[in-house]
C-alpha cells in the first residue's frame, strides 16, 4: 500500500499557520497508526529536551 503524503499549508498570518498546522497533524493522526505517530511524537519531544551528560 502505498503511503499517502500530505503537506503543511502556508498561512498568511500568524494565526492561520497555527490553524494549518493544527489540521495537518490531525490528517496525520487519523491516516497513520498509532505506532507510527507516536514514533514521531517521540521524535519531536525528544529534539526539545537536552542532552544532558552526567
Given at each position: 500500500?502505498?503511503?499517502k503524503r500530505?503537506?503543511?499549508k502556508p498561512g498568511r498570518n500568524n494565526r492561520e499557520?497555527?490553524?494549518n498546522?493544527?489540521?495537518f497533524w490531525a490528517e496525520f493522526v487519523r491516516t497513520?497508526?498509532?505506532k507510527e505517530w507516536s514514533r514521531q511524537q517521540n521524535?519531536?519531544?525528544n529534539s526539545l529536551?537536552?542532552?544532558?551528560?552526567s
Open positions: 500500500m502505498k503511503e500530505i503537506f503543511l499557520e497555527r490553524m498546522f493544527v489540521e497513520h497508526s498509532d521524535n519531536l519531544i529536551i537536552p542532552d544532558v551528560e
